[in-house]
């Protein structure tokens, strides 16, 4: 019956223009792509959609398929491309380095890292101000770990439930996700507490988050007084006063939870966290793996969101625009501690990588895309907040700047998670008519959109008005 239901529903959306004309692709044919999926590649390393796409070039906001086929990219290689798909800034910086210098590991001195170590270090607050370049964000999470250990010489770290901070069997501890979660012993000193969710959790609602969209949930909280940040704050005492010593290593958080679907605390909450954490000798570590390098619109970074600073900061993904690196960036007493026995990295800081990472700090800049983030992303926002008051499925629309998460529920009051193959089929819709977008939370109920910091509005209007039509065709599909 499935099959035969054809929708009524067609849309209006028109994709719009692009002058960039992608190369007539050569290699394999798509069968014998999927083939040697199937047989070569490990399977833990699932394919979106029921036809994986067989992607073969990328410009700017825009991906093409082995047809040609043109796509929307709203969700950037899983939050990492910053700057836009083949970036001609850097893709030209790039190539020129490529034919200068690879790799001689950072025992020698070269220019790259020393140029690229200054600029990044200039955005920081004092003291944040060494860095100890990686190859990726479960790598830079893992040092973190490691030296806020070393430095307090407690062991106990605190995470929030529904984190993800890397898939390391290190980091594996702090990562608080059911499905990454594997049946081998991890996490030995590391604690989870409540997650501070004013959507989902018990307390919260139209006035707790910092972002142009409020739940709809109403609020009893009052003028300078969040009701939802004290009582969260509560169950975080709760888990010091119960489940770690009275010393612990540190505390870690995403200003903005990522893989969990763009989740937000209430004002404040954060920085009276790191103030309890700090009261037993911990250190804070704000995970900016997705949320860093003016995403969010308003800040650079997304712990200056919430008025604190860190002792450590990670950063990885849009800090190369899809070039495997990462970095940890701290105050120089913290990384002492690190130096007192040997602790190398063979390619964290190689030449290429950290021209490209200079190269993306140009780019941001030139192309004034923390700007555009904050415009088109409340303009994204704005837009989809529409929707949610419109179709009873959308629970919740969040986020800030281009760091957006849609929750989709079976209705309102129950807020219970809109079952996994409704929210495919608005997925594969959305595919269809020509936009890619994440997949999140607990349930896999949250879309995730976190585009190229380099979409414009009409790309929004576009999205919007495809993820209107998919949400039409569903409802018809349902009744």
Not at 222 to 240: H, M, N, P, S, V
Request: net charge neutral; proline share 5%; with cysteine.
């Amino acid at each position: 019956r499935q099959q035969k239901w054809k929708s009524s529903v067609s849309t209006q959306a028109k994709m719009p223009p692009c002058d960039f004309v992608p190369e007539k692709y050569e290699s394999y044919p798509y069968e014998h792509v999927r083939k040697i999926r199937e047989q070569n590649i490990a399977p833990s390393l699932q394919t979106y959609y029921k036809k994986p796409l067989l992607l073969h070039q990328g410009h700017m906001q825009w991906l093409f398929d082995h047809e040609g086929r043109r796509y929307l990219d709203l969700f950037a290689g899983i939050v990492t491309v910053s700057v836009g798909h083949c970036h001609p800034k850097v893709t030209m910086a790039t190539q020129k380095q490529l034919a200068r210098l690879w790799h001689t590991t950072n025992i020698y001195m070269y220019p790259a890292i020393h140029e690229y170590a200054e600029k990044l270090t200039s955005l920081f607050p004092d003291p944040l101000k060494v860095v100890y370049l990686t190859n990726s964000g479960s790598e830079a999470n893992d040092l973190a770990m490691f030296m806020a250990r070393l430095h307090t010489r407690h062991f106990d770290i605190i995470s929030l439930r529904g984190g993800y901070h890397g898939g390391s069997p290190y980091t594996l501890g702090l990562t608080s996700l059911t499905p990454y979660k594997h049946g081998v012993a991890n996490g030995f000193g590391c604690t989870t507490t409540m997650l501070p969710d004013v959507f989902r959790g018990p307390w919260g609602g139209s006035h707790c988050r910092d972002s142009p969209v409020q739940t709809v949930r109403k609020c009893s909280c009052t003028e300078g007084a969040c009701l939802a940040k004290d009582r969260y704050i509560e169950q975080f005492k709760d888990t010091l006063n119960t489940s770690v010593p009275r010393t612990v290593a540190g505390f870690i958080a995403e200003p903005i939870q990522g893989v969990n679907g763009a989740v937000q605390y209430p004002r404040n909450f954060l920085k009276e966290a790191y103030q309890l954490i700090r009261e037993r000798g911990g250190l804070c570590i704000s995970d900016e793996v997705q949320t860093g390098f003016g995403r969010t619109g308003s800040h650079f970074w997304g712990f200056q969101t919430h008025g604190v600073v860190p002792d450590i900061v990670t950063l990885a993904k849009g800090i190369g625009n899809g070039f495997p690196m990462a970095a940890v960036l701290t105050t120089k007493e913290i990384a002492s501690s690190l130096a007192q026995n040997l602790h190398f990295n063979t390619f964290g800081g190689n030449p290429l990588a950290c021209v490209v990472g200079a190269a993306v700090l140009d780019a941001i800049e030139e192309d004034n895309l923390q700007k555009n983030s904050d415009d088109v992303g409340t303009y994204m926002l704005l837009e989809l907040a529409k929707l949610r008051d419109k179709f009873e499925i959308v629970g919740d629309v969040r986020g800030k700047g281009l760091m957006i998460g849609v929750e989709m529920v079976t209705d309102k009051d129950s807020q219970c998670p809109l079952p996994v193959e409704e929210i495919n089929q608005i997925w594969e819709d959305c595919k269809d008519m020509g936009v890619l977008i994440g997949r999140g939370g607990l349930y896999s109920q949250t879309f995730r959109i976190k585009p190229p910091m380099c979409i414009t509005k009409r790309d929004v209007d576009f999205a919007v008005e495809v993820f209107h039509t998919a949400l039409q065709r569903h409802m018809e599909r349902a009744a």
